[in-house]
């Protein structure tokens, strides 16, 4: 009964996205919110929230096709949710990695700069794919850092800090150094970050 009745809450929260954003594109605020506060809540009481978390990504492709003329941020936020699928829903966790290295690469052309260092990892492919490939897009993830604090971009900063700190709870907790229980609130850092990207370029 239980299992139905989460089916159909999903159910309604899409149309609910869909709906809203076709007509009140100045809305994606307030559903977000709503989604975001509605998924803690849910993770506090260990129900699992993970179609609503991949709602708020979707919720923002939405957003980004109807409002946004930025082809890299509609991009990043296609790989994203491509990503957040595979790592919410799936084990395919190589490849949820590749798209977010993917979702890194179009923020570097956002920023308009290369830098082709983080590849020099691929060395080790072989070795382990997934802490090699993890490497990749921690040091993609650094050096727009990096370029955003020399360029003093601070919108791009406060995007790429925040999915730092989500990034550290993950690997902390694959390191079990932190309960795999705790990275779930991963998203605490993760929602922000697109929120942010996705608002500082609205129109």
Do not use: E, R
Not at 26 to 33: A, E, K, P, S, V
Not at 38 to 58: A, E, P, Q, R
Not at 181 to 193: I, M, Q
């Amino acid at each position: 009964m239980y299992l139905y009745f989460n089916k159909f809450i999903n159910f309604l929260i899409l149309i609910i996205v869909l709906i809203v954003n076709n007509y009140f594109g100045d809305m994606m605020l307030f559903i977000n919110l709503m989604l975001f506060g509605l998924f803690i809540f849910f993770d506090i009481l260990n129900i699992n929230s993970s179609y609503i978390k991949w709602f708020t990504t979707l919720n923002n492709f939405i957003y980004s096709i109807l409002y946004l003329k930025n082809s890299f941020i509609l991009k990043a936020v296609f790989f994203s949710l491509i990503a957040d699928y595979l790592l919410l829903f799936t084990d395919y966790y190589i490849l949820g990695i590749i798209f977010f290295i993917l979702v890194q690469i179009q923020y570097m052309k956002l920023l308009s700069y290369q830098s082709y260092l983080p590849w020099l990892f691929l060395i080790t492919i072989f070795i382990d794919s997934l802490t090699t490939l993890a490497l990749v897009y921690l040091f993609f993830s650094l050096a727009n850092l990096i370029y955003c604090i020399k360029s003093k971009n601070t919108n791009m900063l406060m995007v790429i800090t925040l999915l730092l700190c989500c990034d550290i709870i993950i690997a902390l907790t694959y390191l079990k150094i932190l309960p795999p229980s705790l990275c779930k609130f991963s998203w605490l850092f993760y929602f922000p970050s697109q929120y942010l990207l996705i608002k500082k370029h609205s129109p």
